[in-house]
T-cell receptor, first 111, second 114 residues
Framework: SQTIHQWPATLVQPVGSPLSLECTVE??????LYWYRQAAGRGLQLLFY??????ISSEVPQNLSASRPQDRQFILSSKKLLLSDSGFYLC??????????FGQGTRLTVV | GENVEQHPSTLSVQEGDSAVIKCTYS??????FPWYKQELGKGPQLIID?????GEKKDQRIAVTLNKTAKHFSLHITETQPEDSAVYFC?????????????FGKGTLLTVNP
């Protein structure tokens, strides 16, 4: 069966520091991969999605970037965090079309 | 692009009662409609989905209905239990081809009172 791993679960980082969140998927090949952000108040905002290695589509302009160095690895990065980058970050994968199965999330607090 | 509206934003029911959450969508080409349950501090979990070739789907106490003409779909939870308390999200998307994105509703906070 397929599983998705996302880490760390919580992270507290100072303003201006770099960020790297990692997500890996097991049990499937060539998945669609997604990064979402969920701010307080519940809404899910799609940040990036990838349909293959090295293929990244950005949904909103922001201080973050994403990379997919391997088929089942998706990384969310920032060179310098802003206070407004705080939130709950969710990685998801899908096998076809627009299906999405989520990881457990990373709670990022920028101080 | 697609726009998904979800109502109500909060719903409180007594244990054993039914709960209904409704969503509308704008893009008539959408054909995939999943529902997610998110417990506090966790990622959303897919609980049921429906595709446009069916009008209703059931899984134990959970059912989803779809009206493509009116562009709305609903989640029905019967015999609610306290562990059903969570935030529920509807979403709309397209299957296949180069369609990869889901559009989510803003969520419904369901509270089941014992």
């Amino acid at each position: 069966s397929q599983t998705i791993h996302q880490w760390p679960a919580t992270l507290v980082q100072p303003v201006g520091s770099p960020l790297s969140l990692e997500c890996t998927v097991e049990g499937t090949s060539n998945p669609n991969l997604y990064w979402y952000r969920q701010a307080a108040g519940r809404g899910l905002q799609l940040l990036f999605y990838s349909v293959g290695i090295g293929q990244i589509s950005s949904e909103v302009p922001q201080n973050l970037s994403a990379s997919r160095p391997q088929d089942r690895q998706f990384i969310l990065s920032s060179k310098k965090l802003l206070l407004s980058d705080s939130g709950f970050y969710l990685c998801a994968w899908g096998a076809r079309g627009s299906e999405a199965f989520f990881g457990q999330g990373t709670r990022l607090t920028v101080v | 692009g697609e726009n998904v509206e979800q109502h109500p934003s909060t719903l409180s029911v007594q244990e054993g009662d039914s709960a209904v959450i409704k969503c509308t969508y704008s893009d008539s080409a959408s054909n995939y409609f999943p529902w997610y349950k998110q417990e506090l501090g966790k990622g959303p979990q897919l609980i049921i989905d429906i595709r446009s070739n069916v009008g209703e789907k059931k899984d134990q106490r959970i059912a989803v209905t779809l009206n493509k003409t009116a562009k709305h779909f609903s989640l029905h939870i019967t015999e609610t239990q306290p562990e059903d308390s969570a935030v529920y999200f509807c979403a709309a998307g397209k299957s296949g081809g180069s369609n990869y994105k889901l559009t989510f509703g803003k969520g419904t906070l369901l509270t089941v009172n014992p």
